[in-house]
């Protein structure tokens, strides 16, 4: 009876406690769980309040038909294209704004983006011609010929640096196309040298150049319902932001070379050999890469060099950019792969050097295949008709084609880490045919929209080619370094390209393992994966803006995010949750029941040396199922999180039955709360501002383990301190907050508590229950005074 009365007035305490906080929350409630209301743009009938495209949405559309000349000799790209652009918006238009990327290799034409500077440590004359003033015109960028409309008559253009207006003679009228033609050419720069994304690269030992053409003609800007016109200036960082369109282009180049680009080629049958196209044709149906043009064959034109030329005809549809690659040094390999959720019979390919042959031939055209079947499987099918990996020390992304890295040694060998770097950088380029080129976000403004999200995925993608793949962005304890910085030398995941100190970690890292967080241990992964998957759909071949996700992700789950929305990209806290204290309430309560065992918070945790991210142990152990109280139904052992049952270590691989004294609260119906009963109250401090849910990991003193995940809402009134009370039939030996750095926690010194050892000095509450005993066994002769034995007066 004596247990029964104090364990209620603890649970009166706890009740009234948590009533008060919630009712005067003072200085300890910030705004941290307030929706996010203004900061995000009012829905209208273009975008709703849902995050979908509303019944009204519009976007531009814009057709290239192209021309191009690569002059190898002088190391020239010369093109003529025609564009027919379509004028959907509601709007009626006076000018039209093209980009000329090109110009940022200029060093007079260029967007003019100085950065700080120092002196150097030591300074050569090459070092000094670079500072002459006025800076003079190196012969790069684009060299405009002729601008005019569809009959021939000039129009009247400006260019202000890396943008060109067209100034219309009549505005372009909404549901109204207008034609034209544009003639340039320019010198192609040395990117090993100059960098960049394009360019060619030289190879000393046979003669030849690799060229990567991409931004290579003047592309039309995106107008849009929620930037207008987007013209910020190429400065080499933020990426792009195009329209949708179809194209036709042509390419002539010397006869020796090869050809990948986006879309599909129409003349095969007149730029390939009889061998090399039925070498194709063969691809077209195996299951595995069969070379089109071999490795002999490559090296054999490497040493021709032909003077003849050909001509290479592509066309591409519902594609926002049209990029390609072009050499005499290709090996060219391809295989057939089917998606399933559409399927889509996709030729998946690869091009790459001799240099490259050992690792390329073995790997690239694979993990090509595996990267669009797994993004498939996680945001939309696989439209296009090709997906190819080149390899041309690079790592950058179009349409049906991206440009990467992966080269042996001249003996052909390699190391572990070249070898995953290559296929990190596949997955990861492949998979931005996906964001952005389909999901068409706008890369100069938001850089982590296409970034951010295509790491996360590529993510889940290396997980799945080899659960051992050693990624370095995604599980949330990667990003603990970044998150430890000081934070002026933090900015918001929600920054302009331009203005990030640290750009990989703010624009890759951070929001993919946000996502992460998001799917592993907030949302859960089938709630996260339906609502991704959601985002996806909606807004393929569109034009998404930041609040359209994360409208979505709220609105297909059910769960309010704006919490961490607001927390994880729009501010710069980290994520530190401590344990302040353990108090301990345990049946025997003879004098003063709601007194408690305070046990400060101990610093030796163990080490987690042989850690693995809680990903790659659910992705492993993802078929391995358990029993319930010998309920025969098989369950997905790592979604049980019902409340009061019991969670499970996903580090451990589990056949078991939970007996009932394990339960997080030990009930008998028959003889009401068990007197073996302990209580442990435990007190967190957020210490890094960044709400997080709260995930614990008990053990008890016969070894055994039980893991429990407190939602983030306690943290809702009182954003700086909480408290939490769990009641066990068995005594706890320790406790870990985060046992599977979920969380991206800063400091895990604070995350570890274990029981008082019996040779530390004992609690007050210690001694004043072992004095209350003696008095009552007539210690003494009745002459101890309790009070006194524990210390007061």
């Known amino acids: 009876m004596k247990f029964k009365v104090a364990v209620l ?107 700080s500077s120092t002196l150097p440590k030591a300074a050569n004359i090459d070092k000094l011609k670079t500072s002459e003033l006025p800076a003079k015109d190196d012969g790069y960028g684009v060299n405009l010929e002729k601008v005019t409309d569809a009959n021939g008559s000039p129009i009247k253009y400006v260019v202000n640096k890396t943008m ?29 040298e100059k960098g960049g994304r394009g360019g060619y690269e030289n190879f000393p030992e046979d003669g030849n150049d690799l060229y990567t053409m991409t931004q290579w003609y003047p592309r039309m800007c995106v107008y849009s319902d929620f930037h207008g016109w987007q013209n910020h200036q190429f400065t080499g960082r933020g990426e792009f932001a195009l329209v949708f369109g179809n194209f036709k282009v042509s390419m002539n180049v010397p006869a020796d070379h090869v050809i990948g680009g986006t879309g599909v080629c129409k003349n095969y049958d007149q730029v ?33 060099k032909s003077k003849e030329r050909k001509t290479w005809k592509f066309e591409a549809e519902n594609v926002r950019d049209f990029a390609w690659g072009s050499s005499r040094k290709f090996v060219w390999d391809g295989m057939r792969v089917t998606i399933p959720e559409n399927n889509n019979k996709v030729m998946a390919m690869s091009f790459y050097g001799k240099e490259a ?50 080269r042996t040694e001249k003996d052909g060998t390699y190391s572990e880490a070249i070898k995953n770097g290559m296929l990190g950088v596949i997955i990861h380029e492949v998979g931005h045919n996906f964001f952005p080129m389909i999901i068409n976000s706008d890369e100069r403004q938001w850089s982590w929209m296409d970034e951010g999200l295509n790491t996360f995925v590529e993510y889940l993608t290396e997980e799945k080619w080899d659960n051992k793949f050693p990624s370095k962005r995604g599980p949330a304890w990667t990003i603990v370094d970044y998150m430890k910085l000081p934070k002026d030398e933090l900015e918001p995941i929600m920054t302009n390209s331009e203005n990030i100190a640290r750009f990989g970690p703010n624009a890759y890292s951070k929001p993919a393992t946000g996502l992460n967080i998001l799917r592993e241990t907030i949302m859960g992964r089938e709630l996260f994966d339906k609502a991704f998957k959601t985002y996806a759909q909606r807004w393929a071949f569109r034009h998404p803006e930041p609040a359209d996700l994360f409208r979505t992700m709220e609105d297909a789950s059910g769960e309010d995010l704006d919490w961490f929305w607001r927390g994880w990209f729009y501010s710069t806290d ?64 790592y979604y049980k ?76 009134s009182n954003e700086q301190k909480v408290s939490k009370t769990y009641y066990f039939g068995k005594k706890i030996k320790s406790i870990q907050l985060d046992p599977m750095k979920e969380t991206a926690d800063i400091d895990t010194s604070n995350n570890f508590w274990t029981a008082t050892s019996s040779t530390e000095a004992p609690s007050k509450f210690q001694v004043f229950k072992q004095a209350q005993k003696e008095t009552a066994r007539g210690g003494a002769s009745g002459k101890v005074n309790p009070m006194q034995a524990a210390g007061k007066k």
């Open 164 to 192: 060109m207006r067209i100034d219309l003679a009549k505005p372009l009228k909404a549901g109204e196309k207008f034609t034209f033609k544009v003639d340039w050419n320019y010198n192609i720069p040395n990117r090993m």
């Open 9 to 115: 007035s603890v649970l009166i305490s706890v009740v009234a406690s948590a009533q008060n906080i919630q009712n005067n929350p003072g200085s300890n409630h910030g705004n941290k769980f307030e929706q996010l209301g203004t900061i995000l743009p009012t829905p209208n009938t273009y975008r709703t309040a849902s995050g979908a495209p509303g019944n009204q949405y519009w976007q531009q559309r814009a057709d290239y038909d192209i021309s191009a000349y690569l002059d190898e000799n002088k190391r020239n790209l010369k093109g003529s294209e025609t564009i027919t652009y379509y004028n959907n918006s509601p709007d009626n238009l006076e000018y039209l704004w093209l980009q000329l990327d090109e110009n940022q290799q200029s060093s007079v034409k260029n967007a003019d983006y100085p950065a």
């Open 641 to 716: 999180y019902d409340r009061g049952e019991e969670k499970v270590d996903t580090s451990k691989e589990y056949t078991l039955k939970s007996p009932a004294s394990d339960k997080l609260l030990s009930q008998d119906k028959s003889q009401g709360i068990k007197k073996n009963i302990t209580a442990y109250q435990i007190d967190f401090t957020n210490k890094g501002g960044l709400v997080m849910p709260i995930i614990l990991e008990f053990t008890f003193e016969d070894g055994s383990k039980l893991n429990d995940k407190i939602n983030v809402q306690i943290w809702r």
């Open 272 to 304: 390939l050999t009889s061998a090399q196209l039925a070498r194709y044709k063969q691809a077209e149906n195996s299951n595995e890469p069969i070379e089109i043009v071999t490795l002999d064959e490559a090296k054999k034109a490497e040493k021709n």
């Open 357 to 406: 042959y050992g690792l390329y031939r073995k790997f690239s055209t694979k993990a090509v295949a595996h990267t669009i079947k797994t993004y498939s499987e996680f945001t939309i099918p696989y439209p296009y008709p090709v997906a190819q990996s080149v390899e041309a020390s690079n790592g950058m992304e179009y349409p049906m084609i991206c440009f990467n890295y992966g």
């Open 574 to 637: 980290p994520v530190d949750i401590a344990i302040d204290k353990i108090s301990i309430a345990t049946p025997d309560y003879d004098a003063v029941p709601r007194e408690a065992t305070e046990t400060k918070y101990k610093t030796d945790a163990p080490a987690l040396n042989e850690f693995e991210d809680i990903s790659k142990v659910r992705n492993r152990d993802e078929k391995i199922k358990f029993y319930v109280d010998g309920d025969k139904d098989v369950q997905d052992f």
